[in-house]
């Protein structure tokens, strides 16, 4: 029908043009205020996924940052969680009773939020990242932390901004800025000698699966981080999981009657932080934050995490912590204020030239 020959006038006539649902609601939403956000580019998906040509504005950024930054601090309790985990499950026991749970909670949102199976174009993506964050960083790390302390543990997240960081630029084409980088190596170094250093500076017997776990999560991030800018953060991660559900449920009846179960308060607590916080909530915001302000800016947040994580394990384990660690922190906060502030100048001057 033409405009021109309707009785409707043409400012009532609203056809949404094709657009990806925006990441800030938990289901498919068909609105008029969806509509107005996928024509106008203000939804977080229009924001900045793939080929939209635009960097992310300053509130993008900030939001970014602060979630990028909870999954930080979700994941700093990963390791005491685990430990703690380890008092009631075998490792490969405690690994699969993990993505088990972590897949149940996420099937159940993405089931009652309706959300349709991904495209066929990302099921290789995220087949990755359940390989990396779903099963080879939780199952090397439980595996490590048999014979390694969690201090020790901390150096492999110490490496593992810039490992994703690396990563990210050679997988997205993201390319930081020089400080960024010359940021970013200090701020590595500033991490893994004062993690060395807590350690006694000794190699441990689980340091090979540390490394491994490194790379496995570097990866995942990487990939996540990815595919979280043409979907909503909390699809990739929930996917992930359900993806590797079948092989989570197969593993819990190989190990659980191999290992022993020994019930405590600790080790449920535990099981449940390392399914709930760590897996499935520490990733949801993690992913939306990397997707808002980048893989690169988001992996430099995790120069924390080992501080982080070194508190907890003081706190909750009473593990020893040196006098160094204020000054190492202070260290650490100067070298992400720097990257971060690297970031929003190029993401700002990515602007200007696209303007």
Do not use: K
């Not at 996928?38 to 602060?66: I, K, L």
């Not at 022993?260 to 535990?270: C, F, I, Q, S, T």
């Amino acid at each position: 029908m033409r405009a021109d020959n309707s009785a409707t006038p043409p400012s009532s006539i609203a056809v949404a043009p094709p657009a990806e649902p925006s990441r800030t609601a938990p289901a498919l939403i068909v609105s008029t205020a969806t509509t107005t956000a996928a024509g106008t580019g203000t939804g977080a998906g229009a924001a900045h996924g793939p080929g939209s040509g635009r960097a992310p504005g300053p509130s993008a950024g900030r939001s970014g940052t602060v979630l990028a930054g909870l999954g930080v601090v979700a994941f700093s309790l990963t390791f005491p969680a685990t430990a703690w985990g380890l008092e009631s499950f075998g490792p490969w026991s405690l690994v699969a009773l993990r993505s088990v749970l972590a897949a149940l909670i996420a099937g159940s949102v993405l089931l009652a939020a309706r959300v349709p199976l991904p495209e066929r174009r990302h099921w290789a993506g995220l087949a990755v990242v359940g390989g990396g964050v779903v099963v080879g960083f939780p199952l090397l790390t439980t595996l490590a932390l048999r014979t390694s302390t969690t201090s020790h543990a901390a150096v492999v997240v110490g490496l593992l901004p810039l490992t994703t960081a690396v990563l990210g630029s050679l997988r997205t084409g993201e390319r930081p800025s020089r400080t960024f980088w010359v940021a970013a190596l200090a701020g590595a170094a500033v991490v893994i000698a004062f993690t060395v250093r807590q350690s006694g500076g000794a190699l441990a017997s689980g340091d090979l699966y540390l490394f491994g776990a490194l790379l496995v999560c570097a990866a995942g991030y990487t990939e996540g981080g990815r595919l979280a800018r043409s979907m909503p953060g909390w699809h990739v991660i929930g996917w992930a999981l359900v993806l590797c559900l079948p092989l989570a449920v197969a593993g819990s009846l190989v190990a659980l009657p191999l290992e022993p179960v020994r019930l405590n308060a600790h080790g449920v607590l535990g099981l449940v932080w390392v399914a709930a916080g760590s897996t499935f909530l520490g990733l949801y915001v993690w992913y939306r934050g990397m997707a808002a302000i980048g893989v690169a800016r988001a992996s430099q947040l995790q120069l924390a995490q080992p501080l982080l994580t070194l508190v907890w394990s003081f706190l909750l384990l009473g593990e020893e912590m040196s006098a160094a660690a204020p000054v190492a922190a202070v260290a650490v906060l100067v070298c992400i204020a720097a990257t971060q502030r690297a970031g929003r100048g190029a993401a700002g001057e990515s602007r200007r030239v696209r303007s």
